[in-house]
Structures are given as C-alpha cells and as structure tokens.
C-alpha cells in the first residue's frame, strides 16, 4: 500500500486544517488507519487511529476533543480535521496503516511521506 499525506501548512493557533491521506495499491479497507506526528529531536507520537470502517476511535489525550479522524473507503482515503490548533501541534504529520489496532508506530506497516503543520503564535 501507498500513502500519500498532504494538506499541511501553516496556520495561527485557534485554527483549522484537515489532512489527507490518499492509498493506492492495496485493499484499503482490510487496514487499520493511524495518524503520528514527529518534531525534530523527538521520537515520533500516536495522534489517531481509526478501525476498518471509521466506527471505532482512538485518539492521543493532548488532541481530544480537537481532532478527528475518519476514512471513506470508497475515496481509499483518510482525514484528520484538527480544529483548535495550538503552537505545540506544530509538527510532521504522517499516515499510516497496520493489520493490527494500535498506537504503537512500530505496529504499522507502511507509511507515508508526511506533511508539515506549523502553528503560528
């Protein structure tokens, strides 16, 4: 499976973005979805995860409530709508997606090339 994230920029605190995240050459909808985050120095954080269908969510404390994440698979592709953004969501934010539920990147299987958020002050 390929993953293709995009829809990062930036933005003020307060704000709005919604990622994408397109696949291609697989069953989509056999896989687990996840969203991660990385700043540079730091080890790479869960955000989100959603079950085959979209019903079913998990989502890190720090973007509860801010964040959601869902999928059409019918499009083979994912969201995270993050509203209410905070300076410390700035971050490289990469899709990804597993045979297994979890917040644990190293259960993930492919990856994606990441889109950056910078959130202004």
């Known amino acids: 499976v390929q993953l293709q994230a995009s829809g990062g920029g930036l933005v003020q605190a307060g704000g709005s973005l919604r990622l994408s995240c397109a696949a291609s050459?697989?069953?989509?909808?056999?896989?687990?979805l996840g969203w991660f985050r990385q700043v540079p120095g730091k080890e790479r954080e869960f955000v989100a995860a959603t079950d085959w269908v979209g019903r079913a969510t998990t989502y890190a404390e720090s973007v509860k409530g801010r964040f959601t994440i869902s999928r059409d698979n019918a499009k083979m592709t994912a969201y995270l709508q993050m509203n209410s953004l905070k300076p410390e969501d700035t971050a490289v934010y990469y899709c990804?997606?597993?045979?297994?539920?979890?917040?644990?990147?190293?259960?993930?299987?492919?990856w994606g090339q990441g889109t950056e958020v910078t959130v202004s002050s």
């Open positions: 990804a997606v597993s045979l297994r539920y979890s917040t644990r990147s190293s259960s993930y299987d492919y």
């Open positions: 050459g697989g069953t989509f909808c056999t896989y687990f």
